[in-house]
């Protein structure tokens, strides 16, 4: 299963960080140009995604719950 990532959340701490790794290049390649705006989204297999969302998780100011989520995903094939 593919799974579409998009930027969704909006804790400033976090979005600042993740900035920073992408710019720094301490970013997973497949998430930088999110990071850095310059894609709207990323389409992964569901391994990569599971990799990318815990690397994203590990970072200061994450949130987690409906709709608070950092990224958004997508899960392609979802009902």
Known sequence: ???????????????????????????PA?????LLGKEGEITVEMERWRELWAWAESIEGWREGEGMEQLGSEFEGAP
């Open 30 to 34: 497949e998430l930088v140009g999110l």
């Open 1 to 27: 299963m593919r799974v579409r990532v998009t930027v969704q959340g909006s804790d400033k701490a976090w979005w600042a960080l993740a900035h920073a790794a992408a710019a720094s290049g301490a970013a």
